[in-house]
């Protein structure tokens, strides 16, 4: 770990967030070298922190060989110019697993996915997130979202059980809900915003006080991400509706007509962009050429 628990915190809560697609070569293997390339870029355009083999870079497809490269290739790369967060899910030996994976690579994090498939009590998803806390000598952020959602209160005992969690990331966009959080834990977690295409609820997100979160959109359009994110925490309204005007609505129109497409079009815009980083592994499939022209006149108006 480079980074001490303050600075953590501290780039958690201030400054863009992103998480990079897993580049994928034409087997379908991890492709280490334009991997690098990408992790290059995202730090050249300043964000504050790389989210790593998360939703966008299809945590849910990875094994234990993938990720063991991925976290090696990514702290090496970045080389503690900013925090490395890695994502850890499933069982509790496999998040334990994979959490010690990544301490031991060096990485300053764990989003904490929730489990997948059943339907699961609050009570029983607190005990699962502190089982894999405890496992791992790092910091922790919790992934409220699918089937692992907490209420406040829940967020509250998980906080209190679990000196090594640092933030809560909210994939949900319940803005009542979330308040109610922030409300009731108050400044003892950092609050991150997490829905897919973030940027669409971000003015809502600062309205109560989640001043940054996860841009999908980053991996193949940085500078107008970050001008978004710029114009949000200046105050420059006229540009933030524009963006979203132009941008984001489109993108989140054509995003919600295909399930994964949160994913699916983020690898296709990095390709049409002149930085290919390989198709989507199953059970995602790659927009048809329908889409994909969409997609592309989406970028070209922007």
Do not use: W
């Not at 334009?34 to 290059?40: F, G, M, V």
């Not at 995202?42 to 945590?59: D, Q, R, W, Y």
């Not at 994502?87 to 764990?110: H, L, M, P």
């Not at 007509?257 to 995602?284: E, F, N, W």
């Amino acid at each position: 770990m480079a980074f001490s628990v303050e600075q953590i915190r501290e780039a958690l809560s201030d400054g863009l967030l992103s998480f990079p697609v897993t580049d994928f070569d034409a087997n379908g293997k991890f492709n280490a070298e334009t991997y690098k390339e990408r992790l290059e870029s995202f730090i050249k355009h300043g964000v504050s922190s790389i989210f790593i083999a998360g939703g966008t870079g299809e945590f849910f497809s990875l094994d234990e060989e993938d990720f063991r490269e991925i976290v090696e290739v990514s702290v090496a790369t970045v080389k503690g110019r900013v925090p490395v967060i890695a994502a850890a899910g499933r069982s509790v030996k496999d998040a334990s697993n994979f959490s010690k994976i990544a301490a031991d690579a060096g990485c300053d994090g764990i989003l904490l996915m929730p489990p997948f498939l059943t339907e699961c009590p609050e009570d029983g998803i607190v005990e699962y997130a502190s089982a894999v806390m405890s496992s791992a000598d790092i910091q922790f952020v919790y992934y409220n979202r699918g089937n692992g959602i907490l209420s406040a209160e829940s967020v509250k005992q998980l906080a209190a059980r679990n000196q090594n969690m640092v933030a809560l990331k909210d994939g949900v966009g319940n803005i009542a809900a979330l308040n109610d959080t922030i409300k009731t834990v108050g400044d003892r977690l950092v609050y991150i915003g997490g829905v897919p295409t973030a940027e669409i609820f971000a003015e809502a997100y600062l309205s109560i006080g989640v001043n940054t979160y996860s841009s999908a959109a980053y991996n193949f359009m940085p500078e107008m991400a970050m001008n978004f994110y710029k114009a949000l925490r200046g105050g420059d309204q006229a540009t933030v509706t524009r963006i979203i005007q132009d941008f984001f609505i489109p993108f989140c129109r054509l995003r919600d007509t295909k399930k994964g497409y949160a994913v699916s079009l983020i690898k296709a815009g990095v390709a049409l962009q002149g930085m290919p980083a390989g198709d989507v592994r199953p059970p995602l499939t790659m927009p048809n050429e329908a889409d994909l022209a969409a997609l592309k006149s989406i970028i070209e108006r922007n």
